[in-house]
């Protein structure tokens, strides 16, 4: 079983799972200084200047794998943002020395001189605003745009004149996590609760300690090649977790829950978006504030599925497992941090349970079958429309839904654009922040195209063939999985 589509993603499991096994040892400050030389043993650097550079920077990835201090998820290692093209514009051999000379002209800090009838750029002084290579009519200056830059589909992140480095502006950054997946260094990583989680598992193993459950995501199912579901849930309570959940549970109730608020909103609203992408709504509240108002108030299928377990035992510890980084910020909201305690990627559920010398391969199975095939398919792109038409259609509602699918923040802003000017050809907006959904969040453990198949497959096991009876055990109306309600 592969494990890696990178080297970046080997180093980060290589640090996530060292940390794991020095805490389960009881031993974690003894070996914060002995992690770096156990990953990095030299004596050659395999990609750095030197082997006591690539250790530094496993210090600081360290740093940030060792608790979420703050709600800024996604940090920028400073000292690992050193090796892309310092310099984004060049004038190439294309430049024919002509007479307009309008890069000069364009260029609103003097960095373009003419020297030998050629454009040459000054790069201590350009500030790269592009405005000479828009100006050029032989497109003789070239752009190469860092990749932080060009996947960051916000504008969220820039490169610091004076030091080179990337930026993030957390005024823009929806936290969808694409630099950390996009960035070939790995200088852009996400925060780690993993050692928070395993605390937990120790902990719940004590007369007096709190039971932890697991929600997981449904793109769970095109993470691990031969594995099932069942051997993970096995697994997970091997590893001391006492219950596992399908967060698909919580989107089939999502689903329902959806269905009738937009029966009830589009009464008196033109268009309804969802509401269980966290960067997608992000990125409405941030861009489109005029149209908050139009977002579903239904809470989201991981917040949901860690509001039945706290019903049911207001004493549990709730982690969810997923691909997002964006559902890492949104446990740390005023608003849903009681359902849910922790939230990691797939990337750190790999190294916690290799940490544990659990394998996966020959681990015998558990039944866990929570939800219906339309819950298991939010994971991809159109699966979350699938679902509500599914849950209108079983509940005989009155709406007649016009879906409008965004795969991608690009088609998220071509849909608002639209909205906002009353041309939508459509009443609802399903939006993922990913390309393809979920499947293709910054923390899977790969990014295939067969993955939707893989979600499909693996919705098409559910024993449960209806949403109504995935969803009959519980009681609740529209209002009960509400943003501040129920």
């Known amino acids: 079983m592969k494990k890696f589509e990178n080297h970046v993603q080997e180093i980060k499991y290589s640090v996530l799972k060292e940390l794991v096994k020095a805490e389960l040892k009881d031993n974690l400050i003894n070996e914060l200084l002995v992690i770096p030389k156990k990953i990095i043993p030299g004596p050659k650097s395999d990609s750095r200047c030197c082997i006591y550079m690539e250790r530094a920077i496993i210090n600081e990835r360290i740093k940030h794998m060792l608790y979420q201090y703050d709600d800024e998820v996604i940090k920028v290692i400073d000292i690992a943002c050193d090796e892309c093209p310092i310099n984004r514009f060049s004038v190439t051999e294309a430049c024919r020395g002509c007479l307009a000379h309008h890069c000069v002209e364009s260029c609103p ?9 050629r454009a040459h750029i000054n790069q201590e002084k350009c500030i790269e605003c592009g405005k000479c290579s828009s100006a050029c009519q032989f497109n003789a200056i070239s752009d190469v745009r860092r990749p932080c830059i060009s996947s960051c589909k916000v504008g969220a992140i820039q490169i610091d004149h004076k030091s080179k480095k990337a930026v993030i502006d957390k005024e823009k950054c929806i936290n969808c996590g694409e630099c950390v997946f996009k960035c070939p260094f790995g200088a852009i990583t996400d925060t780690s609760n993993i050692l928070s989680v395993v605390r937990a598992l120790k902990n719940s193993s004590r007369k007096d300690g709190r039971r932890v459950y697991a929600v997981v995501a449904p793109a769970v ?14 697994s997970l309570k091997k590893i001391g977790f006492h219950s596992v959940l399908e967060a698909a549970l919580g989107a089939d109730i999502a689903a329902v829950a959806e269905a009738k608020l937009i029966e009830k909103e589009l009464r008196h609203k033109s ?24 977002i579903s108030p239904a809470l989201s299928p991981m917040v949901i599925t860690g509001k039945l377990i706290k019903d049911a035992d207001k004493d549990a510890t709730v982690v969810f497992i997923g691909p997002c980084t964006a559902k890492k910020v949104e446990t740390l ?21 290799d940490a544990y010398n659990i394998d996966l391969v020959n681990s015998p199975e558990e039944s866990i079958d929570n939800a219906s095939f ?18 209108i259609d079983e509940y005989g509602l009155d709406v007649k839904l016009k879906p409008v699918v965004c795969s991608g923040i690009k088609e998220c802003d071509r ?11 459509g009443n609802f907006i399903e939006g993922m922040a990913c390309e393809g959904g979920c499947i293709n969040g910054p923390l899977s453990l790969n990014h295939k195209p067969k993955n939707k198949n893989a979600v499909d497959i693996h919705g098409e096991k559910a024993k449960e063939k209806t949403i109504k009876g995935a969803v009959r055990v519980y009681e609740f109306d529209e209002n009960t999985f509400c943003r501040n309600q129920g």
């Open 374 to 391: 339309y819950g298991r398919v939010f994971a991809r792109s159109g699966g979350v429309t699938n679902a509500i038409n599914r849950a």
């Open 109 to 117: 800090v003097g960095a373009i001189e003419i020297i030998n009838k």
């Open 415 to 425: 849909a608002l654009k639209l909205a906002r000017l009353g041309k939508l050809n």
């Open 221 to 234: 199912a095109a993470q691990f090649e031969d594995v099932s579901l069942e051997q993970i849930n096995f």
């Open 271 to 294: 268009f309804v978006t969802t509401s269980c992408c966290p960067a997608f709504v992000s990125y409405i509240e941030k861009n489109y504030p005029d149209l908050a108002e139009n």
């Open 333 to 353: 909201k005023n608003e849903y941090n009681s359902f849910i305690d922790y939230a990691i990627g797939f990337e750190e559920l790999r190294a916690m349970l």
